[in-house]
């Protein structure tokens, strides 16, 4: 096993510090999102070189995605719970026999089901086609991985931070006069006006099989929000399960 580099331990410590100042001070959201993406590209950019890192990996899988829209002078609710894809790649360096730092990059889809009723111009109810909101994310992770435990099969907890930046999305479907169009402005609105880039926890276990074949399950609560005003705050939250396997190892 490589020797972890001063270096790279200095950097990791900067990192663990920086985390800590978000609870302790006022720090804006856009301030935050900054300190969360300079250190992941910082951590990246020092793992991934060559003999540094231990073994990368490829992990796909899907999950729960939802969000709580809560009105200030309406209802507030949980919308509808939606399948989530995710796939990621990773790379995992040892920090000693029983932690190892585990960087990820890859593709989410998040989202909801919405259960609004469209109605025509004349009042009539519209067919629905596809009550799914869909947000398609650039998501990063920054996990610590504690493995108590060198059995064939090996448990091991994941305790971290996700940052997701959104690309693009799709609101829901319906077929007016012909056409499938996503009628709902006011909603598309409110979502055309999201932070692009949100923060989460990362808490996950997951099970090992040889240093080859991984399973993760992962819950993600939110820590900043997708929207806000003075009338209406909006919050997602996620849970995963993956399989993955190890393309390369250097242990």
């Known amino acids: 096993m490589y020797l972890f580099p001063l270096r790279t331990k200095k950097r990791c410590l900067s990192l663990i510090l920086a985390l800590i100042q978000l609870k302790q001070c006022d720090m804006k959201t856009t301030q935050i999102q900054k300190v969360i993406l300079f250190s992941f590209i910082l951590l990246?950019?020092?793992?991934?070189?060559?003999?540094?890192?231990?073994?990368?990996?490829?992990?796909?899988?899907?999950?729960?995605?939802?969000?709580?829209?809560?009105?200030?002078?309406?209802?507030?609710?949980?919308?509808?719970?939606?399948?989530?894809?995710s796939v990621y790649i990773n790379a995992e360096k040892k920090l000693n026999d029983f932690l190892s730092i585990r960087p990820e990059i890859g593709y989410l889809q998040k989202g909801y089901v919405d259960d609004i009723e469209y109605r025509g111009t004349e009042g009539e109810v519209v067919n629905t086609i596809d009550k799914r909101v869909i947000f398609?994310?650039?998501?990063?992770?920054?996990?610590?991985?504690?493995?108590?435990?060198?059995?064939?099969?090996k448990p091991y907890l994941i305790a971290g931070f996700r940052g997701d930046y959104?690309?693009?999305?799709?609101g829901v479907e319906v077929e007016y006069q012909g056409q499938i169009i996503t009628p709902y402005k006011e909603v598309n609105d409110i979502i055309e006006g999201f932070n692009k880039f949100t923060i989460s926890g990362l808490i996950g276990v997951g099970f090992e099989y040889k240093d080859f074949l991984y399973l993760d399950i992962e819950f993600n609560p939110a820590i900043t929000k997708n929207f806000y005003s003075a009338e209406l705050s909006i919050k997602d939250q996620y849970w995963g399960a993956t399989i993955g396997f190890n393309i390369n190892r250097n242990l």
């Not at 999950?63 to 507030?76: A, E, P, R, T």
């Open 166 to 170: 959104m690309v693009g999305f799709r």
């Open 44 to 85: 990246i950019g020092t793992l991934v070189n060559g003999q540094m890192v231990d073994k990368y990996g490829i992990r796909i899988g899907g999950g729960i995605s939802n969000q709580y829209w809560d009105n200030k002078s309406n209802f507030s609710n949980w919308k509808g719970n939606k399948f989530a894809l």
């Open 136 to 153: 398609h994310d650039l998501s990063c992770n920054i996990g610590l991985k504690i493995s108590p435990f060198d059995f064939a099969i």
